[in-house]
């Protein structure tokens, strides 16, 4: 077998933000990965792994299926892909980061060092589609695995595999990436920490990452837009921003606080619903000035549509102002009884439905743009 350093690739696809290193390649965000097409009976690759907290975890897909789906411990190490294999046939061979970027983790790491393969390289068919998926837990494919009963907060059960993005960009073969943070929002977080809202590291490569180990790897650089434009970019934000309105006051050490509030009457305070609108307004602008040519579809209500009234009318509001006619929002199946999955978050069933309706919907757009 031969060992080759990832810049030593001719043939090789790259699915996530990278800050433009490959040797050795960070994976940060959920479904962020390497694509390769083989020849060869064998193949393995080195990852080096590190945590604290939240260890991550791998798929693996061979021609599309997946095969493998695992916890990585701590070291730098060989995985093997696959073995055994009809050495003359092609497989096309694809990792991807089954977990999202540990903002709760600064140790959190996943590094592609090499691949090993007795064999041969081939290329890799582009895709015509690319769509970018911006959200929060439920875009991070939290609760996909496990029992509805399981409460704890771990990396197990986080999935990019049976997650509504991987299945979206299947069923119109596109090329995606994924920007999500279980907790955030547009504004705020679940528990109305304004710091914690994905708009303001929209900029960096993976800007929600801390601890100079994930700064040393460039995930605090700048992202470099003009490098992957895409098609289609879906926001699938505004679920903890309404759970900011039923939590408590945040207040930090040096005393900052803030609050979503309630009337008497169980609304939504009008002011502080003003400034949700804000956000979502100001983040089209923030979208539209790094994808100059996309249809930005604002995605929302598998955990409720509560504040679907105010994407509505902030969405409305933008395209007035800005005379941009490629925004538009999209309501997506509730999640149920019998489609809820882990932590009371969508399960399988639940990221099917959602995946099913918004490929539709998608498909519709990009006859537009033939």
């Known amino acids: 077998m031969k060992e080759y350093k990832l810049d030593e690739i001719k043939y090789l696809k790259i699915h996530g933000r990278t800050a433009g290193s490959l040797s050795p390649l960070p994976l940060f965000w959920t479904g962020s990965g390497i694509e390769l097409n083989t020849k060869g009976a064998e193949l393995w690759i080195e990852v080096e792994v590190d945590y604290e907290l939240y260890e991550p975890w791998l798929g693996v897909f061979i021609n599309s299926a997946q095969v493998s789906r695992q916890m990585l411990l701590k070291g730098r190490y060989w995985l093997c892909l696959y073995r055994g294999m009809n050495e003359s046939t092609v497989k096309n061979v694809r990792i ?113 990452l801390t601890g100079e180990k994930n700064e040393g790897l460039g995930a605090q650089k700048e992202n470099d837009f003009d490098a992957w434009q895409p098609d289609i970019v879906v926001v699938n934000l505004g679920t903890n921003d309404n759970s ?86 999209l309501q997506l199946p509730d999640t149920t009884e019998k489609t809820v999955g882990a932590r009371s978050h969508p399960g399988i069933l639940s990221h099917k439905k959602a995946a099913e309706e918004l490929s539709v919907y998608l498909n519709k757009l990009i006859n537009t743009m033939n």
Request: charged share 30%.
């Open 96 to 208: 991807i980061r089954e977990v999202q970027a540990m903002n709760g983790d600064p140790a959190c790491s996943l590094v592609v060092h090499a691949v090993r393969l007795e064999g041969e390289f081939l290329p890799i068919e582009e895709k015509k589609l690319k769509i970018e998926f911006i959200g929060d837990s439920i875009t991070s494919g939290e609760g996909v695995v496990g029992a509805k009963e399981e409460e704890d907060w771990i990396s197990m059960w986080f999935s990019a595999s049976e997650n509504y993005t991987l299945l979206t960009a299947n069923a119109l073969k596109a090329d995606y990436r994924v920007i999500s943070e279980s907790g955030w929002g547009v504004l705020t977080s679940w528990d109305n920490n304004p710091d914690y809202s994905i708009p303001q590291y929209y900029e960096k490569v993976c800007g929600v």
């Open 244 to 329: 900011a309105f039923n939590s408590p006051e945040w207040r930090d050490e040096a005393g900052r606080s803030h609050k979503q509030r309630l009337n008497e009457d169980g609304s939504f305070n009008e002011e502080d619903l003003d400034a949700f609108e804000a956000a979502v307004e100001n983040f089209l602008i923030k979208l539209r000035k790094y994808n100059k040519t996309a249809h930005i579809v604002w995605a929302y209500g598998m955990l409720g549509n509560a504040l679907m009234p105010a994407i509505y009318r902030a969405v409305d509001k933008y395209r007035k102002l800005s005379s941009d006619k490629k925004v538009s929002v």
